[in-house]
């Protein structure tokens, strides 16, 4: 391939009438002078090239939906201006060719746009959304999201279709693993750290990522945990639970948002102008590009509210759905629909302006390849130091559940170690779904980990059986393997695929025959630590029975056996809380924290009250929680003022001692609760947390700051309200917290 510098569109002679120059839609430009630029551009263009500009084509390798006849089609369709975005093409040699093609050889050379699904690492894989959640640090999500921003960008990527901010409240979804869990106000100080991560401080600088919050909106409370299938839901619940991530989203400067595969309330999320040109762009007067999750435009049909691709077409453009992802509907059926006067053109323009604008914020009429070339892809994968923010990011997001007698941490000086399990040397358990360009070979295996730091000769590995079926047969090896050590590790879980988008699941047990093998190892009275892997809260109550300790490790990354290992032998003394409820049992799904009570509390005392018949009310383990090597002392709880109006500031502090004999770090909650109200209201919300490292012996006050929008609600009317009376604070070391306090908000509206 020849390559071809080109340091702005001027080279190629675009110098129009009334157009002053190609930098005149520079992202360096004033917003005026690249709106005019760009209208100048647009009274050029034909309108099957607008419409082009509206289709993204595939080229992944994996397709998950169906593909449309373009999506492999020759280079022929970039000439023609027939394609303003590629999904899945990657590295420097592919996307500048590509990209060559569009600014030398079609008529209006307008660069296309390179996106990609990089979303939770691109080379450099880090643990999965959700594990990375309950590190409740978003320094480390905005690191490890800037850090896939600079792998991916140096590769040709210029979009990223990631973060993913659905509240997931649902374990039964596989989608769960990409999200940050239940709590809208974890989820929105993520997706803010994210968008931060992946866009930089200036999106036309060569290392940034145009981010894309998704999937807008609801996608998480899919009917019966069941992937892509309707959500219906009180308007309060939308506004109060699931949109707060996106609009933080907004907030934090997102330059793109997903629609939604699932309907909402009757009404298709591609068709959903209500909350898309409605809420999104007027209401919260966000500019930017909205783009269709795969062929979503086209399943309008399938939903049932387009007869034709020219219907679904012309009702995904007017709800403001501007980008059709692999479908190729807007250019083979909005033609005709233009041509007969059924859809204005202006509709079509506003699209294409919001297309063009963003690819001029990112600064590719500047240079189409962003700063990418083969040397800066080489320097820019899977270096020592991104390798070593992995590692630091999985032990930062592993949380220890259970912890018998202090079976944990394992001492240095111990003789042999049986490593079992078949997730104990499987790299992609490590990666996870969704892995980027992420390379098994890259990955480091809990038994690499061990067999490096240990010796293979203090370890024994047996794989004791698969994770699906009921072969049995490497069930005596694991014994063995087992009698010949002092301890026993116990890697068990789902496989990547079992987490992930269509995958849902009706139960929430350990697949095949884990929990069989994990009671035939303890049989053998050898202590056994167990450690899963997976992406979805499990109901593992058995397995924690078995066991003398219980990590949850999820999917933690390319470095993730080294980061197990520093938590197992503590070099890293555990910190992370779960960020989604673990349920007893798939019964009780939904189950999460921050659930509105009924007339009839439960009680374990009264029969005729909400709870069941044949097991507790209670999950298994509670959104926040997560152990340590050491113990925290909360105490002089303060709440600064007893009484405040609505729009006042209140300020609460805590003093937390670390009362063990080991350094660590303790993530310190605090959650409200609003005693009566108009309509009911949660039990407690998050509304604040500090991750904070304490010497042994050492205490820190630790101060939060409450205001108007820590008590404020949507009413039964869909007024958002702060309502007088009083409320409750709670704060401690998960949503079970005990230490409170009170104080009166005296004020309305």
């Known amino acids: 391939m020849s390559r071809v510098v080109i340091p702005s569109l001027v080279a190629f002679g675009l110098l ?37 500009q509206l289709n993204q084509l595939g080229r992944q390798a994996v397709a998950t939906g169906v593909v449309g006849s373009q999506a492999q089609a020759g280079d022929d369709v970039i000439v023609a201006g027939g394609v303003g975005s590629f999904l899945g093409v990657r590295g420097v040699a592919e996307t ?21 699904d990089v979303i939770h690492g691109y080379r450099t894989v880090f643990p999965v959304p959700l594990a990375e959640a309950g590190s409740f640090d978003p320094q480390i999500a905005e690191r490890d999201a800037r850090i896939a921003a600079m792998e991916a960008s140096a590769s040709g990527i210029h979009w990223t279709f990631a973060p993913m901010v659905d509240i997931g409240r649902d374990p039964r979804w ?61 308007p309060q619940t939308l506004h109060d639970v699931y949109l707060p991530p996106f609009k933080a989203a907004v907030d934090a400067g997102a330059g793109s948002i997903m629609a939604a595969f699932n309907e909402l309330d009757g009404t298709p999320m591609h068709a959903n102008g209500a909350l898309i040109d409605g809420l999104l762009r007027k209401q919260w007067r966000w500019n930017g590009l909205v783009v269709s999750d795969w062929a979503g435009v086209k399943e309008l049909i399938a939903h049932g509210v387009a007869a034709n691709p020219g219907d679904a077409g012309e009702r995904g453009l007017r709800a403001g759905v501007d980008v059709d992802m692999v479908g190729e509907i807007y250019s083979g059926a909005l033609p005709q629909r233009v041509s007969s006067g059924h859809l204005p053109i202006a509709v079509v323009d506003a699209a294409v302006e919001r297309v063009l604008v963003a690819k001029c914020r990112l600064g590719l009429f500047d240079d189409p390849y962003h700063g990418a070339d083969a040397a800066r892809e080489r320097a820019s994968l899977v270096t020592a130091e991104y390798r070593a923010a992995a590692r630091d990011a999985g032990g930062r997001s592993i949380v220890l559940l259970k912890n018998a007698n202090d079976a944990l941490p394992l001492r240095k000086d111990i003789g042999k170690v049986a490593v079992i399990g078949p997730l104990a040397d ?33 370890v024994a590995y047996a794989r004791g059986t698969g994770l699906l079926g009921d072969d049995r047969s490497g069930f005596d090896a694991a014994v063995a393997a087992a009698k010949s050590s002092d301890v026993v590790l116990l890697f068990v879980g789902e496989g990547p695929e079992m987490s992930a988008e269509a995958a849902s699941r009706t139960s929430l047990d350990l697949p095949g025959n884990q929990q069989a093998l994990a009671e035939t190892l303890a049989a053998t009275g050898k202590p056994v630590i167990a450690i899963l892997l997976n992406g979805r809260p499990l109901s593992i109550g058995k397995l924690a029975d078995t066991s003398s300790a219980l ?25 992370a809380r779960l960020a989604i409820t673990f349920p007893r049992t798939v019964g009780q799904v939904p189950i999460y924290y921050a659930h509105r009570n009924t007339g009839r509390p439960p009680s374990a005392n009264e029969k005729y009250t909400s709870k069941y018949i044949d097991a507790p009310w209670t999950p298994l383990y509670s959104f926040g929680y997560g152990l340590s090597y050491t113990t925290f002392r ?59 490292h304490l010497d042994a012996g050492e205490s820190r006050v630790v101060e939060f700051e409450l205001g108007r929008e820590d008590y404020a609600f949507h009413d039964a009317a869909m007024h958002k309200v702060v309502e007088p009376g009083r409320f409750d604070v709670f704060i401690g070391g998960s949503s079970e917290a005990t230490l409170s306090g009170s104080f009166e908000v005296i004020a309305g509206r």
């Open 16 to 52: 129009l009438p009334g157009y002053a120059s190609a930098a005149e839609c520079s992202a360096s430009a004033t917003p005026e002078r690249q709106k005019a630029a760009i209208h100048t551009l647009m009274s050029r263009m034909t309108l099957a090239e607008k419409l082009g």
């Open 96 to 116: 500048r060719r590509l990209q060559e093609i569009a600014v030398t050889r079609s008529r209006l050379k307008i660069p296309l746009l390179f996106a990609d």
């Open 174 to 234: 596989g989608r769960v693993v990409e999200g940050s869990g239940e709590d809208p106000y974890l989820g929105s100080v993520m997706a803010a750290a994210r968008v931060r991560g992946f866009q930089g401080r200036d999106l036309k600088a060569h290392d940034s990522l145009l981010a894309t919050a998704k999937h807008f909106v609801a996608y998480g409370a899919a009917e019966g945990g069941r992937d892509y299938n309707i959500a219906s839901m009180s």
């Open 426 to 458: 499987e790299p992609w358990a490590m990666l996870g779904n969704w892995p980027g360009d992420g390379k098994p070979e890259d990955a480091v295996t809990p038994l690499a980990a061990l067999n490096k730091s240990l010796g293979e000769g203090r």
């Open 551 to 575: 990590v949850e490790a999820w999917f933690p990354g390319v470095e993730g056996g080294n980061a197990i290992s520093d938590i197992l032998f503590g070099d890293i003394n555990p910190a």
């Open 634 to 692: 909360y105490d002089g709880l303060k709440i600064a003022s007893p009484r405040i109006a609505a729009n006042g500031r209140q300020k609460v502090s805590v003093t937390v001692t670390n009362s063990g004999k080991r350094a660590g770090d303790e993530v310190v909650q605090l959650y409200l609760r609003d005693e009566v109200a108009s309509v009911t209201r949660p039990l407690r919300q998050l509304r604040g947390f500090r991750r904070i």
